[in-house]
């Protein structure tokens, strides 16, 4: 069967909570630093929430501080939809850098996620710092994560492709190795990856399909929160996966739709 895709123009916080429970086998969230929404994070003043040994009280001068902070509560419901639509076969996988990671961290244990690994994504050829102030950013991090809760895990983890695959651009990677947790991945797109436009924090395709790689499901679906200009859900594409995505600004939702159809086309032709 030919896999199909759904690319909605709807912000992440309105379309989530329709999707089906338990029907994703993989996530790939790429989110913007600080999410937009028009959601009214309203908490209530007697809810309590699982936390690090117990129970925390939501009234609290660290909750509270925490609550004040609209990346942070909007971090913590798109990973509560997240673990909810995804199943417990699957596995989200969330980039982050120094700006999100630990709201990132401190939410997933939180809701029960259990990381399985953190991976350090090396960027060989960074941008160089230009202030001369700090360190040139060289890396970024990307969690593997799952539902958690169970005794036997039960998440699905492609060992047999991780130890065979290799790239003549990852200097640390050799083929019949097991894969570390740091990926050698250049910053660097191809003339097709931009060829319809491009995104100010567009990854390269080659860091969703290691992801696919690792977790894919062929012949299953695809989650991807925040589209961008497309590449995570392309990539699903040509894995053979069925694509869900959500991007709500017009000119990346258009660019996302062209790349889109094009590598439908390119998979259904790869067929006969």
């Known amino acids: 069967m030919n896999p199909q895709y759904y690319l909605y123009k709807q ?9 089906a429970s338990d ?7 790429d989110p913007p ?10 908490y209530g003043k007697n809810k309590r929430l699982k936390g690090f040994g ?28 997240l673990k909810r639509v995804v199943k417990i076969e699957g596995s989200i996988w969330i980039h ?9 961290n401190v939410c997933c244990q939180m809701l029960g996620l259990e990381i399985i690994n953190e991976i350090a994504w090396f960027k060989r ?4 710092n230009l202030s001369g102030r700090r360190l040139t950013a060289s890396h970024e991090t990307i969690l593997w994560v799952h539902k958690g809760g169970e005794k036997k895990r039960k998440y699905f983890f492609n060992y047999e492709a991780s130890k065979a695959y290799s790239s003549s651009s990852d200097m640390l990677k050799e083929a019949g190795k097991q894969m570390r947790t740091v990926w050698d991945i250049p910053n660097n797109k191809s003339k097709e990856e931009m060829k319809f436009g491009s995104h100010p924090t567009q990854k390269p395709i080659r860091v969703a399909e290691r992801i696919l790689t690792l977790c894919g499901v062929e012949g299953g679906k695809l989650l991807v929160p925040f589209a961008g200009s497309g590449t995570e859900m392309v990539a ?5 996966m069925n694509v869900v995505g959500y991007e709500i600004e017009d000119e990346y939702y258009q660019i996302a739709q062209k790349r889109l159809e094009e590598a439908l086309k390119t998979k259904v032709t790869s067929l006969f």
Not at 23 to 29: A, E, H, M, R
Not at 33 to 42: E, I, L
Not at 67 to 77: E, P, V
Request: with cysteine.
């Open 11 to 19: 912000d992440v916080f309105e379309g989530l909570p329709l999707l």
């Open 23 to 29: 029907s994703f086998d993989l996530c790939i969230v």
């Open 33 to 42: 630093y600080g999410a937009s929404s028009k959601h009214n994070w309203d």
């Open 54 to 81: 117990g129970e925390w009280n939501l009234e609290n001068e660290a909750w509270d501080l925490l609550t004040q902070n609209d990346s942070f509560l909007q971090t913590y419901h798109w990973i509560k939809e």
């Open 96 to 104: 982050s850098t120094y700006h999100n990671s630990g709201f990132v």
């Open 125 to 128: 050829n960074s941008f160089p």
């Open 236 to 240: 699903g594409i040509k894995f053979g």
